[in-house]
């Protein structure tokens, strides 16, 4: 069920330049809240829309979230201070599906594709190998907190400043060549779901992945974010806000 709110920002901070790590009260959020779930956030007066912002970690009353300033929306929310009061609605949306047989499973994200992933990584209880990329060092967030709760995590940059040198689909995919895996979970820029999708369906793995699209409403309204499925007809579009935002890969279409 979701819930609007006017939340009391209770913890923020700034862990890399632009990006912003918040949270706020919220006992009715916190406690339905799965991984994978969004919010829908009213930024303040420079914008008409709210944004959709995934949720990080919900516990004890408390919602995460971590977002990248983008424009004149997140810009206003980045603003906010401790003990400011924010309008959120949510949780919102399907999130990634856990399944008690669920044996490896593999979590990957990119950029600031990595934030949803770690209440799924939570909930898996330190079962997952985690692959995280980043497009350099300097942009590298989380990566310890994934450590606490994660059986292995494998880090890289893009241009090989830390860790892994190369996109991080890669290192999945040899990763994959020497260990089993029942479910992917992936979230990130689209060239990298692109490239998870491929490698899990050439080795038929189920792949959940998270998509990030404008949204308007957030409740399955407005069409504003509409993806395209492998399905004809009536169902050629699932709306990103409520059948998603996380679809097994072979639902959807992946279009630039
Ligand atoms: Fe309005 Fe999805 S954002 S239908």
Do not use: W
Request: glycine share 10%; net charge negative; charged share 25%.
């Amino acid at each position: 069920m979701k819930h609007t709110e006017l939340c009391k920002l209770i913890s923020r901070s700034e862990p890399i330049p632009g990006i912003f790590d918040f949270t706020i009260e919220s006992e009715n959020i916190a406690k339905e809240a799965q991984c994978g779930q969004f919010l829908h956030i009213n930024c303040g007066e420079s914008t008409f829309l709210r944004r959709p912002i995934s949720i990080c970690d919900a516990y004890d009353g408390k919602v995460r979230f971590i977002f990248e300033v983008k424009g004149a929306g997140t810009r206003e929310l980045s603003k906010k201070q401790t003990g400011d009061m924010i309008d959120v609605m949510g949780p919102l949306g399907h999130g990634f599906e856990i399944k008690d047989n669920v044996k490896n499973p593999v979590v990957i994200g990119g950029g600031i594709g990595v934030f949803p992933l770690y209440k799924l990584a939570k909930e898996l209880h330190g079962r997952a190998d985690v692959f995280l990329g980043f497009r350099s060092k300097d942009r590298v967030v989380m990566e310890s907190e994934f450590e606490s709760v994660s059986n292995m995590v494998i880090t890289g940059t893009d241009d090989g400043s830390y860790g892994y040198s190369g996109y991080i689909a890669s290192a999945m995919e040899q990763y994959l060549n020497f260990h089993d895996c029942t479910m992917i979970y992936s979230c990130g820029p689209m060239p990298m779901l692109k490239a998870v999708k491929k490698i899990a369906e050439e080795r038929g793995i189920p792949c959940q992945i998270s998509l990030e699209q404008r949204m308007g409403c957030g409740i399955g309204a407005c069409l504003v974010c509409s993806c395209e499925t492998v399905n004809g007809g009536a169902d050629k579009y699932a709306k990103v806000c409520t059948n998603g935002p996380v679809f097994y890969s072979e639902e959807v279409t992946l279009n630039d």
